[in-house]
């Protein structure tokens, strides 16, 4: 699997903008991802150390579109990215 492929999107809400402050990322991945190749995806496409990733599988959703649809959402995967102290990745705090 390609680096750029194992990260997808970095997650924005109030409550990442919060952990960034402690040094922790968090960024969507791809299903298939273990924690070695998120580490090693973020190091060598931010060029930051990562000192600890975990990973969280999250179930899809259902949700209605109208009075009947049943519309479901797919399943995703995050992880998050502990960084060494005093590092960040700069491209993500203008976000």
């Known amino acids: 699997m390609n680096l750029y492929d194992v ?3 970095p997650l ?3 409550k990442t903008y919060g952990m ?3 040094g922790t990322y968090i960024f969507e991945v791809h299903a298939d991802a ?3 190749e998120v580490k090693q995806a973020v190091q060598k496409i931010f060029d930051v150390s990562v000192v ?3 990973v969280a599988n999250l179930p ?3 949700r209605r579109a109208g009075r009947r ?3 479901r959402q797919p399943a995703r995967r ?3 990215v502990k960084l060494a102290a005093g590092q960040s990745i700069r491209a993500l705090e203008s976000v």
């Open 34 to 36: 273990n924690k070695h």
């Open 78 to 80: 995050k992880a998050f």
């Open 52 to 54: 600890a990733v975990n």
């Open 69 to 71: 649809w049943i519309v």
């Open 60 to 62: 899809g959703k259902r």
């Open 7 to 9: 990260i997808r999107r």
């Open 12 to 14: 924005t809400t109030e």
């Open 20 to 22: 960034r402050e402690a």
